[in-house]
């Protein structure tokens, strides 16, 4: 297996413009999770999948924020307006029954820049 | 809510010394805790996963110790390698949650 693949590694952008952030699970995890990297805060839990359906967003920090995952192989998240602040590394990751037994497996990561 | 705290924040050894990384958390109402690796500009790598039911779990010159009661792990790293710099995160998870320490910085300088 490929492991979690996200995409872009890289993404500069401007103020206001939208950013898609992309993951793809690992094939027969089930679970699926956004976290935000930064200096100041560290890795915080944006919002976690099970089984495709939202379980807890209350990372999310603010509506300009929403995540999807429409089918068990591809989850997208969206900052529409970007903002400066929103400037982190975004991980996803996945899990096999929400990581209780198996743990948890990263993907490389999106290192978002907004300008 | 849980809180994880790693110490020290920052560790530089010289290359074959043992290591002793720590990693307490407050609530101990886990289901297991796993400690990950990230090199700089990199995505985390996990190192060990201990569930609640364990004590420890070893990998090549890595092993990692769980005392669920008092809330502790460590990572014990056996003669170091210059390799083995980058920060070591510890993660617990509980509930439908991962929660992350703020890490050890290693360096291992040859």
């Known amino acids: 297996d490929a492991g979690v693949i996200q995409s872009p590694r890289h993404e500069v952008t401007e103020m206001g413009q939208e950013v898609t952030l992309r993951c793809k699970p690992i094939?027969?995890?089930?679970?699926l999770f956004w976290y935000r990297q930064t200096m100041m805060r560290g890795l915080e839990l944006l919002i976690y999948f099970n089984n495709n359906v939202p379980i807890d967003d209350s990372g999310m920090p603010e509506d300009r924020f929403s995540a999807k995952m429409p089918n068990a192989s591809f989850s997208t998240l969206k900052i529409q307006p970007s903002e400066p602040r929103d400037s982190a590394v975004y991980f996803c990751a996945s899990s096999f029954r929400s990581g209780q037994d198996y743990g948890y497996t990263f993907g490389s990561g999106t290192r978002l820049t907004v300008v | 809510k849980q809180e994880v705290t790693q110490i020290p924040a920052a560790l530089s050894v010289p290359e074959g010394e043992n290591l002793v990384l720590n990693c307490s958390f407050t609530d101990s109402a886990i289901y297991n805790l796993q400690w990950f690796r990230q090199d700089p500009g990199k995505g985390l790598t996990s190192l060990l996963l201990?569930?609640?039911?364990?004590r420890e779990q070893t990998s090549g010159r890595l092993n990692a110790s769980l005392d669920k009661s008092s809330g502790r792990s460590t990572l014990y790293i056996a003669a170091s390698q210059p390799g083995d710099s980058a920060t070591y995160l510890c993660?617990?998870?509980?509930?439908?949650?991962?929660?992350f320490g703020e890490g050890t910085q290693l360096t291992v300088n040859p």
């Open positions: 201990i569930q609640s039911s364990q």
């Open positions: 993660a617990v998870y509980a509930g439908s949650r991962l929660t």
């Open positions: 094939s027969g995890h089930n679970s």
